[in-house]
């Protein structure tokens, strides 16, 4: 799976967007790209995929660039609540003949929504 | 509450003894991850499940350490003769099947391993 570069930390003021930027300039063509959360004390939680599309759900979008080596998410509202670390993360389509999903994790950007 | 259960929440013992962690997954869900994350770092993958049978496990997995699944359903991760090292937060996970390309990993909260 292609390796990816976030920036350490973020913050961000309640209620503006949060645009949080990922690089994974080898990625391949069959490789989608993930974005995961993990709130103090808790396990991570699935936020939003994409392939090559922008993809937009109930929680954030996903805005990823023509030639697909970065990638933005974006919280369209941060609350206090999204204050969290946030992991971005490429990998191989599910294909139970030689690849299992397993997730490789980074250190994430660690994003603070301030008042 | 229907999401990944993890039981217990926090364990401490001594160096040395044997340790034992229970995830029970969303129901119907064949698939299922163990994973390690030491504080500051993202989790790290141990094991992974398709309904019983242990299909990978990483290198990370020494000999102390044991996970089963025996009915495909409940899964057990098992640390004997327990070290320093093996503190940390233990992490289970599942997903559906029926999603041949893509899909998301459902978190547990964790079983948090202090050895002394």
């Known amino acids: 799976d292609a390796k990816t570069t976030q920036p350490p930390s973020m913050d961000c003021a309640e209620g503006r967007a949060a645009n949080l930027p990922c690089n994974h300039s080898?990625?391949?063509?069959?490789?989608?790209v993930y974005w995961y959360r993990q709130i103090h004390s808790q396990g991570p939680q699935y936020i939003i995929h994409g392939l090559k599309n922008n993809e937009t759900n109930e929680m954030a979008s996903l805005i990823i660039t023509e030639d697909r080596k970065s990638s933005t998410l974006i919280l369209p509202h941060a609350t206090l609540r999204d204050t969290a670390v946030y992991y971005c993360i490429v990998r191989v389509a599910m294909n139970p003949g030689t690849s299992y999903g397993k997730l490789t994790f980074g250190q994430g950007t660690i994003l603070t929504v301030h008042p | 509450d229907t999401g990944v259960s993890q039981n217990p929440r926090h364990k401490i013992t001594k160096r040395g003894q044997n340790v034992t962690f229970r995830c029970d997954p969303i129901s119907e869900h064949n698939r299922l991850y163990w994973y390690r994350q030491t504080l500051g770092q993202g989790p790290e993958f141990l094991t992974y499940?398709?309904?019983?049978?242990?299909?990978?496990k990483s290198r990370l997995l020494s000999d102390r350490f044991s996970a089963e699944r025996p009915k495909g359903s409940f899964s057990t991760l098992e640390i004997q003769r327990t070290e320093q090292g093996d503190s940390a937060m233990y992490l289970c996970?599942?997903?559906?099947?029926?999603?041949?390309?893509?899909?998301?990993?459902?978190f547990g909260p964790g079983t948090r391993l202090t050895v002394t």
């Open positions: 080898t990625i391949s063509g069959n490789e989608y």
């Open positions: 499940f398709q309904n019983e049978a242990q299909l990978e």
């Open positions: 996970a599942s997903s559906p099947t029926f999603r041949t390309e893509s899909y998301e990993q459902y």
